[in-house]
């Protein structure tokens, strides 16, 4: 069986995890790693064995080939290296959310297909083993008719936050009640509903965004709604990452750490209780090793997609549907109005709202979120 050749462009955390799953599977080698940063690939390529490191991309694509490159860079910068992979004739895993915009993951997916190429979003999640179990729960009945899905965030300044976390979220809500028709939110900073000078460069590279809260009321089809939550905490808190399905005879409360059942359709103190559901690892996968498991079933899933000659489940077209969720719930947020989707137009609304109201392009500012977050709340008269 065919072995695919991986590249790593981008030896920082997230490189390091993808570098870890590929290097553990059986079916793929990490041939080659490129980053800027000498100390990143020197460290990186003495985890795995000593591979050939690289500072120049297309030298590195020349000499090695690969199959498949992981882009685990920082979001502004998919665009221009996903464009520049495909042309050299790879497949790509691109870390989430797959870019800015619409306009830009449109032009990704364009040449994709042109190529005969596969664009993949890293979201782990929605293939690792909580997931699994979630499908394989509702599947055998254990809910029965699905009516509701709610997820919730990390805590983090929502509008950064939607593209940072809720792009997990969202994904894995798709997952369940499949493809988003159209949604509603309302936006929030510092008490009062949005204007156009709180349009923002979120830090990390993450694009342009609003609102210091987000609610957003999702539309699928068969009845089905849901709700996300982006929403400002005080800190930073993981443990309200989480996401809930509610059935007409049970629900399941999901973390990517584990899977809980409950046999009714509401919570009752006295009555049932939630009951912790098992989650099986896949062949292969070491517990305890550098790898994570999620990262190892992304891993997986992208040799069968391969192998299969079919898109992975967190496909470019799955990636871009979720930017085109979270675009709509920042036009929603700023307009009032329902945005029914995919959007006819595809410019990102945050920077069309605020050219509208006269005003300047949004200029980046810093890159790190505490500093960034620290910022904010001087602009907006905290201290």
């Known amino acids: 069986m065919k072995t695919y050749r991986v590249a790593i462009l981008g030896c920082r955390g997230r490189g390091t995890a993808a570098a870890r799953a590929y290097h553990q599977h059986p079916r793929t080698e990490v041939v080659a790693l490129c980053d800027l940063v000498p100390e990143l690939l020197e460290k990186l390529g003495a985890e795995l064995d000593g591979v050939a490191g690289y500072t120049d991309l297309g030298r590195m694509m020349e000499e090695q080939h690969p199959n498949l490159v992981a882009i685990p860079t920082g979001t502004e910068f998919h665009f221009p290296l996903v464009m520049q992979v495909l042309d050299r004739g790879s497949h790509v895993d691109v870390e989430k959310p797959l870019c800015t915009d619409l306009e830009e993951a449109d032009a990704m997916l364009a040449r994709a297909g042109d190529q005969g190429l596969q664009i993949a979003v890293h979201h782990q999640g929605r293939v690792g083993a909580s997931m699994r179990a979630l499908r394989q729960a509702m599947a055998e009945g254990r809910i029965g008719q699905l009516r509701h899905v709610q997820g919730c965030g990390k805590g983090y300044y929502a509008g950064y936050g939607l593209m940072n976390i809720g792009t997990h979220l969202l994904t894995n809500m798709c997952g369940v009640a499949g493809p988003c028709r159209s949604v509603v939110a309302a936006g929030a900073v510092a008490g009062r509903r949005l204007a156009p000078e709180d349009v923002l460069v979120a830090p990390g590279g993450m694009g342009t965004v609003a609102g210091e809260r987000l609610t957003g009321v999702l539309e699928f089809a068969d009845n089905v709604s849901g709700v996300l939550l982006q929403h400002r905490f005080p800190k930073v808190d993981s443990a309200g990452y989480m996401m809930e399905v509610y059935g007409t005879e049970g629900r399941l409360f999901w973390k990517s750490s584990g899977l809980w059942w409950l046999p009714t359709p509401h919570f009752v103190p006295g009555g049932p209780a939630w009951q912790p559901l098992d989650l099986k690892l896949l062949p292969g996968f070491v517990p305890g090793g550098p790898a994570d498991e999620a990262d190892y079933a992304y891993a997986d899933e992208y040799v069968r997609a391969l192998d299969e000659g079919?898109?992975?489940?967190?496909?470019?077209?799955?990636?871009?549907?979720?930017?085109?969720?979270?675009?709509?719930?920042?036009?929603?947020?700023?307009?009032?109005?329902?945005?029914?989707?995919?959007?006819?137009?595809?410019?990102?609304?945050?920077?069309?709202?605020?050219?509208?109201?006269g005003l300047a392009a949004s200029v980046p500012g810093l890159r790190d979120y505490g500093k960034w977050l620290a910022e904010e709340d001087r602009r907006l008269g905290r201290g």
């Not at 496909?315 to 029914?340: K, N, P, W, Y």
């Not at 989707?341 to 990102?348: F, G, I």
């Open 310 to 357: 079919r898109e992975h489940l967190c496909s470019g077209q799955a990636g871009r549907h979720v930017l085109e969720i979270m675009m709509g719930l920042f036009e929603s947020a700023v307009t009032g109005r329902r945005v029914d989707l995919p959007q006819q137009d595809r410019r990102q609304p945050l920077k069309r709202w605020r050219a509208e109201a």
